[in-house]
C-alpha cells in the first residue's frame, strides 16, 4: 500500500459509546469513494477505554491507527497532533461525536477536486445545544470577523478537508495557544465552503464547558487580534481629554470659592479609573501569559503510543 489518497483525523476525549457508530459510518463513507484512505483516532486522554477500543480497531484493519497522547491536551492540541501524523496526500478533521457527518466528506472531496485547497463545513443550523451556546457562539464569530485581519468564517467549527498544501503551512504553524478554524484561514490559498445542518452529539456530553469555552475565545482572539492590547491607547485619550476639561472646571469653581461638596464625584472617577486600569493590565497579562507560553519552547504535545497502520507506507513527517 502506497501513501493513502485521504486521512481522516479524529481528536477523542471519553468518546468511546461513539466510536464503533463512527468507524462504521466513516469506512463505508471511505470506502464509497473509491479512494485509499486512512482513519487516525487521536485519544486525548481518556480514561473510559476509548483508547483500547480505538487499538482494537486498528490491530483488525490495516487503514486504521491510533494514537495516544500522554495526557489530555485539548481538542486543538489531539487535532495538531493527529494532522503531524497524518500520511494520506488530503487531510480532513472532525469531530468523533458524529457531530460532523461522515456522509459529508463525499461532497467535501468533490469540492477539493474542483481545486479547493481548504474545505471547510459551515452549519446552517445547529440541532440539540443551548439557546446560551447558540447565541454566545452566534455572537463570537461575528466579533471575530470584526477585530480579526484574518478572514475567519462564520459558523464553521473544525471540520475541514486539507489539500496538500495547505497541510504543510498548516504543520509549519507551531504556535501553542492554538486557535486552529484561524489557522487553517490564515494559511490562504483557495478556501471554499460546504453548507449542512450540525446535529446532536450521538452520545455523551460536550467536552466544552463554559470555562474552555472562555479560554478557547480568549486564545481565538489574541492569536489574531491587538484590538485588546489598543484598548489601553484609546480609553487613555479618551479619559485624558476629558481630565483636561474638567481640570479647568475644577480650577474655575476653586477660583470662584464654590469647591467644597465632591466627595461622591471624587469616589466615583476613582473606583472607576481603578477599575479601568486593573482590566488592561488584565488585558497585558492575557497576552504576556501567551509569550512566557511561547518562549519556553515545549512541545505542544507527548505522544505515549502508537497502534496500526501499514509499516510500509512512508511519509510521515515527524
Ligand atoms: N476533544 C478532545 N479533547 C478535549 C475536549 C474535546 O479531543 O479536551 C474532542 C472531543 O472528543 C470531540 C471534539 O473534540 O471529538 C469536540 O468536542 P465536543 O464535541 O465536546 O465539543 P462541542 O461539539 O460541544 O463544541
Ligand atoms: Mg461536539
Known amino acids: 500500500m ?48 476509548s483508547f483500547e477500543a480505538m487499538a482494537e480497531f486498528a490491530a483488525r484493519d490495516p487503514r486504521l ?35 460532523d457527518p461522515p456522509e459529508l466528506l463525499a461532497e467535501m472531496l468533490a469540492k477539493s477536486d474542483e481545486g479547493y485547497e481548504v474545505v471547510y463545513a459551515q452549519r446552517t443550523a445547529r440541532e440539540g445545544e443551548s439557546a ?60 471554499g465552503a460546504v453548507t449542512y445542518v450540525r446535529p446532536a452529539r450521538l452520545h455523551g456530553e460536550t467536552k466544552y464547558p463554559l470555562r474552555k469555552m472562555v479560554r478557547f475565545a480568549l486564545d481565538a482572539l489574541t492569536s489574531f487580534s491587538h484590538v485588546p492590547l489598543q484598548l489601553g491607547t484609546w480609553l487613555g485619550f479618551a479619559v485624558s481629554s476629558f481630565a483636561f476639561l474638567y481640570i479647568a472646571i475644577v480650577v474655575v469653581l476653586k477660583v470662584l470659592g464654590i469647591n467644597e461638596r465632591g466627595w461622591t464625584t471624587l469616589m466615583g472617577w476613582i473606583l472607576l479609573l481603578g ?3 486593573l482590566m488592561l493590565i488584565g488585558v497585558l497579562g492575557e497576552y504576556l501569559g501567551r509569550i512566557y ?26
Open 65 to 99: 491507527r491510533a494514537l495516544r497522547l500522554s495526557r489530555n491536551f485539548g481538542h486543538q492540541m489531539a487535532l495538531t497532533a493527529g494532522v503531524d501524523r497524518a500520511r494520506g496526500r488530503l487531510v480532513a478533521v472532525m469531530d468523533a461525536d458524529l457531530q
Open 2 to 49: 502506497s501513501v493513502p489518497e485521504i486521512s481522516v483525523v479524529l481528536p477523542c476525549f471519553n468518546e468511546l459509546p461513539n466510536l464503533p457508530e463512527l468507524r462504521r459510518r466513516l469506512v463505508s463513507v471511505l470506502e464509497a469513494t473509491g479512494r485509499t484512505f486512512e482513519i487516525l483516532f487521536v485519544d486525548d486522554g481518556s480514561r473510559d477505554g
Open 293 to 318: 507560553d511561547e518562549v519556553k519552547g515545549r512541545p505542544l504535545y507527548l505522544v505515549s503510543d502508537e497502534v496500526g497502520g501499514d509499516p510500509d507506507v512512508a511519509g510521515e513527517p515527524r
Open 132 to 191: 446560551f451556546k447558540r447565541a454566545t457562539a452566534h455572537l463570537f464569530y461575528r466579533l471575530m470577523r470584526r477585530w480579526t485581519n484574518v478572514d475567519i468564517p462564520v459558523d464553521t467549527g473544525d471540520f475541514r478537508l486539507l489539500g496538500p498544501r495547505a497541510v504543510a503551512a498548516f504543520r509549519s504553524l507551531r504556535e501553542r495557544h492554538r486557535f486552529i478554524r484561524g489557522m487553517t484561514a490564515w494559511v490562504g490559498f483557495r478556501q
Open 275 to 277: 477599575g479601568v486600569q
